[in-house]
């Protein structure tokens, strides 16, 4: 590999450029580097030879590799001429010809039979490299590429200092072409050139041996010379094999599949919607309230009706919420935009902002109950569901309430959505619905985005047991911790997910052999996966190879604020039934991947403790461990 770009991260003031890209270039490929203006594409030019300093990431390049790039040859001193700049590209064997005749001044006085015969290997090594150059030949290559620029007829014995900016450039870049680096770096080289210029330029591409990337608002000259393309779009930098034809009619069908299962989950969102509407809420109500709130009200009074709770029979100020979403509405912020923009403030929803915040989940729940307690909740992305069963867990605890409604909730599947996800490249682009989401797999590639909501009640025990409550499990610790590492990536020695199991046994009083079964975030991105396997073998040790490993997300999709409490009724379930999943989809792993994922078969076992972990962008971990309930 001639050189390695990896998590590059960069932007200028507010606004990013990359975010967490990646890129290599190996010998002999012709990189196309294309996209919108303004994307960053001279930007990039400038982080790899090393004139701007990035944000975060590395840039790495081979050793002793030989980069050419025009910007690191634009200084033309008075006095130089043309021909002596073109024959500067050869200095380095200009330098070995000089060698050689010092060596043959030497000869002439040596008498040292082992000093000569030194002395003759390292001329015969010399002057093998200049044959192997055509040394012998450079006013004849001078002359050649002079002419394909018309610089010859200007005369090589020309100042440069005489030239127009336009022929300077093309003196740089004849220079540039001369030296013939392992590594060409173009941006723009067909600006100043004439049709024939640009004809001479292509043929030289596209017989040139060693790698290069080219930078060109020339289209079909671009297409014409490069192997492989990089798109710069969002933050983002694609690889795609082919020339730019192929990278347009592959980019339009990607495109293409990525609106028609927008459609599709459109369609099964809108049955979904009108369920929940018409069959857990009057329309009116319905109307006030976007997705996320009409799941997790629907959701509520499902987890409220199967626990026998009797709000008349209850101090309503002792019974709270805490139920959060990740996102809120994306889907009311991007219709009222479309309103401002088209129509102007006055036609934008007055209820906008009361429908789109995330707490009105909770408040709405808290409408529809009656609960009166602590109503709060927590947003820390895909761990919100987690965190807020931990924090309604916490509040029991500390005597601020006997019941608790907690979960989470989302409903974020709507252009803007689907578009942030694509764009940080963290969905999957299968095609095969069975091979999209598969947590753990070697060929993993990205979540599938799903809605829904996950609401549980949790009680005080002794509250619980004085109503006869039938008690499904029991809560018995709760981990909680930061990566303090990086927005989108957690921490890749898996220290901070770690902790916060660690935390979670450490409440409940059990050893890491005790753990049966462990629901992973398990979302099916490559650092996700990879990550939470080293968090799981950093906190159990030698028991992480016999704890069983699952991902709902492989069946349900990743819900993001939602998917922890979920994960937690999948949990609670498995106890009840003894019976822990399957990682569905999932068919090998990779190396490093080495535990029991619950590939191929569910099992069917008792499970006296389940473990649910959730990861969120911010580094935030959450853990949540229960247990089977066994009466005194």
């Known amino acids: ?101 010092e060596i043959c001044d030497k000869l002439a006085e040596v008498t040292d039979e082992d000093e000569m015969n030194t002395l003759l290997e390292e001329m015969g090594l010399l002057q093998d490299l200049l044959d192997s150059h055509d040394f012998y030949i450079i006013d004849s290559k001078v002359e050649e590429v002079a002419r394909a620029f018309d610089l010859l007829q200007l005369g090589l014995d020309k100042d440069v200092t005489e030239l ?71 933050c983002q930098l694609n690889r795609y094999v082919g020339d730019y034809d192929k990278f347009q009619e592959v980019y339009a069908v990607k495109k293409s599949q990525l609106e028609a299962a927008y459609r599709k989950q459109q369609q099964e969102i809108s049955e979904l919607k009108d369920f929940v509407a018409k069959d857990r809420m009057d329309p009116r109500t319905a109307r006030r309230m976007e997705p996320f709130s009409q799941y997790a009200v629907a959701a509520a009074l499902e987890a409220v009706e199967n626990s026998g709770l009797k709000m008349e029979e209850e101090d309503p100020y002792m019974v709270g919420v805490i139920i959060g979403s990740g996102v809120g509405s994306l889907q009311a912020t991007e219709t009222n935009e479309k309103k401002l923009v088209e ?136 981990g909680a911790t930061a990566d303090a590492f990086h927005i989108t990536s957690p921490a890749e020695d898996g220290s901070g997910a770690a902790r916060a199991m660690e935390n979670a046994m450490k409440e409940a009083g059990v050893a890491p052999a ?31 190879k016999d704890v069983k490993i699952n991902s709902t997300k492989s069946m349900v999709g990743h819900l993001l604020g939602a998917a922890g409490a979920v994960e937690f009724i999948v949990c609670v379930k498995s106890i009840l039934d003894g019976f822990i999943h399957q990682t569905v989809g999932t068919t090998e792993t990779e190396e490093e991947l080495d535990l029991n994922y619950m590939i191929g078969a569910p099992a069917k076992q008792e499970v006296r403790y389940a473990m649910s972990n959730s990861l969120g962008f911010g580094g935030h971990n959450g853990t949540l461990l229960v247990k089977k309930y066994e009466e005194d």
């Open 1 to 101: 590999m001639i050189l390695d770009v990896s998590n590059l991260s960069h932007g200028f003031g507010d606004r990013a450029i990359f975010e967490n890209v990646s890129f290599r270039l190996l010998a002999g490929e012709h990189i196309g580097l294309v996209g919108a203006n303004g994307e960053g594409k001279s930007t990039f030019m400038n982080i790899v030879t090393g004139s701007l300093m990035p944000d975060e990431g590395t840039v790495t390049w081979a050793k002793n590799v030989k980069v050419g790039y025009l910007d690191q040859h634009t200084v033309l001193e008075p006095g130089m001429t043309i021909g002596g700049v073109l024959r500067d590209a050869f200095s380095r064997l200009f330098d070995m010809e000089k060698r050689i005749n």
């Open 514 to 544: 005790q753990v049966d079964y462990i629901n992973a975030h398990g979302t099916g991105t490559h650092h996700n996966d990879l990550f939470e396997t080293r968090a799981i073998k950093l906190a159990f040790k030698d028991a992480a």
């Open 343 to 478: 129509k102007g403030p006055s036609r934008v929803d007055p209820l906008l902002v009361p429908k789109m915040i995330t707490n009105m989940a909770a408040g709405n729940v808290s409408i529809a109950t009656g609960a009166k307690g602590k109503c709060t909740n927590v947003v820390t992305a895909c761990a919100t569901g987690t965190h807020c069963i931990g924090d309604a867990f916490r509040a029991i605890q500390y005597g601020d309430a006997d019941v608790m409604l907690a979960g989470g909730t989302e409903g974020a599947v709507c252009p803007i959505g689907i578009a942030g996800f694509a764009s940080l490249t963290a969905l999957s682009t299968s095609e095969d619905p069975l091979r999209a989401s598969i947590p753990f797999d070697k060929d993993r590639g990205g979540f599938v985005m799903g809605e829904g909501a996950g609401v549980v009640v949790l009680e005080e025990l002794e509250h619980a047991k004085k109503r006869n409550a039938n008690i499904l499990a029991e809560v018995v610790g709760y």
């Open 164 to 234: 127009s900016g336009g022929q300077r450039t093309k003196v740089l870049l004849a220079k540039l072409l001369l030296e013939k680096p392992e590594i060409l770096l173009l941006d723009e080289p067909t600006n100043y050139l004439d049709a024939h210029h640009i004809e001479w330029l292509k043929r030289y591409l596209q017989e040139y041996e060693n790698a290069f990337i080219l930078i060109s608002h020339d289209i079909p000259f671009l297409n014409s010379v490069v192997n492989i393309i990089y798109h710069m779009e969002n």
